[in-house]
């Protein structure tokens, strides 16, 4: 039944191959939508950021997978959805979501400037949205450059973080792919009303798309876990306020003691655990989750198992990034082009200082994955400076990253937090859900 399936799987490992940088775009697209996300939020009473990790590898994975026959008979009713098998095999929750029913097909389209946009399919909760879509024209779409992108209800835009993919691309003139929101806050939404609007830009021509759609499907609520239960783990105190259990993804909130010597900074390995021992971890490509900078209180996201019911549920974790907090940043004059303070550890080395820009090489921090190491700067006033690019390369020996800063809110020195780091607390925690 599902040989149809593992073909277009196949055929996706061979178009892959032949793709030279997919990490670079996969990193710049996830970063492109997380400074969307904090443009909009400058009015918000309170300042979050997000946490971002690419999976670079891949290929690896696509080698080593097989569509389960269960997953498959999901796939092969949804007309069109097998194009988008490569794109949900990576994440245990969004499979369940196909095999549960809860993918809705919608196939709206708008034409303009003669290329067509659909709007594919939806998967949508109170936390996000997956929006798969289909790009295409009669000429090639290679240079393409995507600009802005929103998801509205009723007429309002939602605010989120928004991440694409791109790499993988059947033809020249077709993109097949998806756009993946994150909303900052969980969402009410007043109607089954949205719209989808998209802008590109070619040979200095703007295109727009605005597409709108009803969604059938009853909108799914979390379920919702309150724990208060305080957690130590090499000397620091966490607090576990809450799980929420949505279709799309698994929210886990934690509080940081005040008191704590330690920054922590990003849980490589948190996972929430069946009483059989099954693991939904963290998401593997994507936003991973939002903080504060006063590292205060943090929510992480994690692969779905909404769609099990479990008679017992633990949360563990062992692998934590954490740095002190009083080297836990870099501070820099960039008139002086020079590092006034930095980790002890050095293990992140800093090769280059512009005006207005820094990068820095350090040694892969977790197997296939790479980490945005920073998410804003703070000026000597105090006020934030944004960093509105950010570039990551490398291969499974070293990897760097680049960072651009706003020029016009630089104020020397300037000090950036690192939001990962490859230094870790010792110890591990389990504690039981349900």
Same mark, same amino acid.
């Given at each position: 039944?599902?040989?149809?399936?593992?073909?277009?799987l196949? !055929?996706?490992?061979?178009?892959?191959?032949?793709?030279?940088?997919?990490?670079?775009?996969?990193?710049?697209?996830i970063?492109?939508?997380?400074?969307?996300?904090?443009? /909009?939020?400058?009015?918000?009473?309170?300042?979050?950021?997000?946490?971002?990790?690419a999976?670079i590898?891949?290929l690896? &994975?696509?080698?080593?997978?097989r569509?389960?026959?269960?997953?498959?008979?999901?796939?092969?009713?949804?007309?069109?959805?097998?194009?988008?098998?490569?794109?949900i095999?990576?994440? /245990?929750?969004?499979?369940?979501?196909?095999?549960?029913?809860y993918y809705?097909?919608?196939?709206?389209?708008?034409?303009?400037?003669?290329i067509?946009?659909?709007?594919?399919?939806?998967?949508i909760?109170?936390?996000?949205?997956?929006?798969?879509y289909?790009?295409?024209?009669?000429?090639?779409?290679e240079?393409i450059? %995507?600009q802005?992108?929103?998801?509205?209800?009723d007429?309002?835009? @939602?605010?989120?973080?928004?991440?694409?993919?791109?790499?993988?691309?059947?033809?020249?003139?077709?993109?097949?792919?998806?756009?993946? &929101?994150?909303?900052?806050?969980?969402?009410?939404?007043?109607?089954?009303?949205?719209?989808?609007?998209?802008e590109?830009e070619?040979?200095n021509?703007?295109?727009?798309?605005h597409?709108p759609f009803?969604i059938?499907?009853e909108?799914?609520?979390?379920?919702?876990?309150?724990?208060? *239960?305080?957690?130590?783990?090499?000397? #620091?105190?966490?607090?576990?306020k809450?799980? !929420?259990? %949505?279709?799309?993804r698994?929210?886990?909130?934690?509080e940081?003691?005040?008191?704590? =010597?330690m920054k922590?900074l990003?849980?490589?390995?948190?996972?929430?655990?069946?009483?059989?021992g =099954?693991?939904?971890?963290?998401? #593997?490509?994507?936003?991973t989750?939002?903080?504060e900078?006063q590292?205060k209180?943090?929510?992480? &996201?994690l692969?779905s198992? %909404?769609?099990?019911e479990?008679k017992e549920?633990?949360?563990?974790?062992?692998?934590?990034?954490a @740095?002190? !907090? *009083?080297?836990?940043?870099?501070?820099?004059?960039?008139?002086?082009?020079?590092?006034?303070?930095q980790?002890?550890?050095?293990?992140v080395?800093?090769?280059?200082v512009?005006?207005?820009s820094? =990068?820095? !090489? %350090?040694?892969?921090?977790r197997?296939?994955?790479?980490y945005?190491?920073?998410?804003?700067?703070?000026?000597?006033?105090?006020?934030?400076v944004?960093?509105?690019?950010?570039?990551?390369?490398?291969?499974?020996?070293?990897?760097?990253?680049?960072?651009?800063?706003?020029?016009?809110?630089?104020?020397?020195?300037?000090?950036?937090d690192?939001?990962?780091y490859?230094?870790? @607390?010792?110890?591990?925690?389990?504690?039981?859900?349900?």
């Amino acid at each position: 039944m599902y040989e149809k399936e593992e073909e277009m799987l196949d !055929k996706t490992k061979k178009r892959l191959e032949q793709v030279v940088v997919p990490e670079q775009l996969v990193n710049d697209a996830i970063q492109q939508g997380v400074l969307q996300a904090k443009a /909009k939020k400058r009015n918000r009473k309170k300042t979050l950021w997000a946490f971002s990790v690419a999976a670079i590898l891949i290929l690896t &994975f696509i080698t080593s997978i097989r569509v389960s026959p269960t997953f498959a008979s999901a796939i092969s009713t949804i007309p069109g959805m097998e194009r988008f098998v490569h794109l949900i095999q990576f994440d /245990k929750g969004i499979k369940a979501i196909v095999e549960n029913d809860y993918y809705e097909p919608i196939g709206k389209s708008q034409v303009n400037n003669n290329i067509t946009f659909t709007v594919d399919g939806i998967i949508i909760d109170e936390t996000g949205a997956e929006i798969f879509y289909t790009l295409e024209a009669p000429y090639s779409l290679e240079n393409i450059d %995507y600009q802005e992108v929103k998801l509205l209800n009723d007429g309002q835009e @939602l605010i989120a973080s928004i991440g694409y993919d791109l790499p993988d691309q059947e033809t020249a003139n077709r993109k097949v792919d998806k756009f993946s &929101f994150v909303f900052v806050d969980t969402e009410q939404f007043t109607s089954n009303n949205f719209e989808v609007q998209f802008e590109v830009e070619q040979a200095n021509k703007t295109t727009s798309f605005h597409v709108p759609f009803t969604i059938k499907n009853e909108m799914k609520s979390g379920k919702i876990y309150t724990l208060n *239960e305080t957690v130590e783990i090499d000397g #620091q105190q966490i607090e576990v306020k809450e799980i !929420k259990v %949505y279709p799309l993804r698994v929210a886990v909130t934690l509080e940081f003691d005040e008191q704590n =010597e330690m920054k922590i900074l990003q849980f490589e390995d948190m996972r929430i655990e069946d009483e059989n021992g =099954e693991v939904w971890s963290s998401i #593997q490509n994507g936003i991973t989750g939002f903080g504060e900078n006063q590292n205060k209180v943090n929510t992480y &996201f994690l692969q779905s198992n %909404y769609f099990k019911e479990p008679k017992e549920l633990y949360l563990k974790f062992s692998k934590v990034q954490a @740095l002190p !907090k *009083e080297e836990s940043y870099l501070l820099i004059d960039f008139a002086k082009k020079e590092i006034l303070e930095q980790p002890s550890h050095r293990k992140v080395e800093v090769l280059n200082v512009g005006s207005n820009s820094i =990068e820095v !090489k %350090y040694h892969p921090i977790r197997e296939n994955h790479m980490y945005s190491l920073f998410s804003q700067g703070e000026n000597a006033k105090g006020k934030v400076v944004d960093i509105p690019t950010q570039s990551n390369r490398g291969d499974e020996e070293e990897q760097f990253s680049e960072i651009t800063l706003d020029a016009k809110d630089i104020i020397n020195p300037v000090k950036i937090d690192f939001i990962a780091y490859p230094d870790y @607390l010792g110890g591990s925690v389990s504690i039981q859900i349900k």
